[in-house]
């Protein structure tokens, strides 16, 4: 399985177009945030 690191937009696009969730504005400090707890625990 390939895995890969998303930036926060890349992050908001998959779970807009893939996952067909309304994201809204007030989520990018959350999907900030899980992006870099993300990208601290690669090794």
């Known amino acids: 399985m390939e895995r ?3 930036s926060a937009a890349e992050l908001d ?3 807009a177009e893939i ?3 309304p994201v ?3 989520w990018q400090p ?3 945030r899980a992006v ?3 990208t601290s ?3």
């Open 30 to 32: 959350i999907i900030e």
């Open 24 to 26: 809204e504005p007030a």
């Open 41 to 43: 625990n690669q090794a």
């Open 19 to 21: 996952f067909d969730l």
């Open 4 to 6: 890969r690191t998303l």
């Open 36 to 38: 870099a707890t993300g």
């Open 13 to 15: 696009h998959v779970l």
